[in-house]
């Protein structure tokens, strides 16, 4: 289990899927071995290289991502997975937790979010390989300790400071619940908040590549900025 963790991104969309492997590429730790956009892809993936750790979304075009973790299992892929995902739904969680995925990530996230967990699973690694190398025991207390670094925290959005993910996701159903393109403004009147802190929120969204910035043009002065929501449905 030393050396460089092996990592599948498993993402159908294609913007996304490039910045989360351009993120684990910043990890000395860990190598990008592939890019899948279907769990078809995925399992191909898994099953003809070898693979230590899938970043993996939960809402892909063929298969998803429960059923996709449950084939690798079957097919006696060890490989470790985190899920990835915009995906809420309590019942989802919960099947991820019971099948054994390592974190399940909430999106959007930023980098130092996504470096935190994997920073955390590759010591996770280190130490078990660390134990299994001097073919020492560990008790209880330990095992708590290393499932506890692994998975603490992982359920808790890490956001910029100054904002919330309760606000996050009331702009979130604002932008998706908008017929075209939403601006600040509008986005602001339709849930209550300031303009200028919903713009933060947008902005966010953008950098994250769940929305996508334009210009509305009309009449004179200077154009509109305009929001578009891209994220996984």
Known sequence: MTGTIRTLVVEDDELAARAHAEYVRR?????????????????????????????????????????????????????DVIAVT??????????????????YLLKPFTFATLRDRLTSYAEFRAQLSRATGTGEEIDQREVDRLLGDLRGGATEQQLPKGMSADSLERVIGALRAAEGALTAMGAAEAI?????????????????????????????????????WRGAP
């Open 27 to 79: 990890l000395p730790q860990f190598a990008v071995v592939g890019l899948a956009r279907s769990g078809a892809a995925a399992l191909h993936e898994v099953t003809h290289q070898p693979v230590d750790l899938v970043l993996l979304d939960m809402n892909l075009p063929d298969l998803h991502g429960l059923e996709v973790h449950r084939i690798m299992r079957a097919r006696g892929v060890q490989a």
């Open 86 to 103: 915009s995906a809420r739904d309590l019942a989802i969680v919960r099947g991820a937790v019971a099948n054994g995925v390592a974190q």
């Open 192 to 228: 209550g908040m300031s303009r200028v802190g919903v713009r933060r929120y947008l902005e966010y969204l953008v950098e994250t590549g769940l929305a996508t910035r334009g210009s509305r043009y009309g009449g004179t002065g200077r154009p509109e900025i305009e929001y578009r």
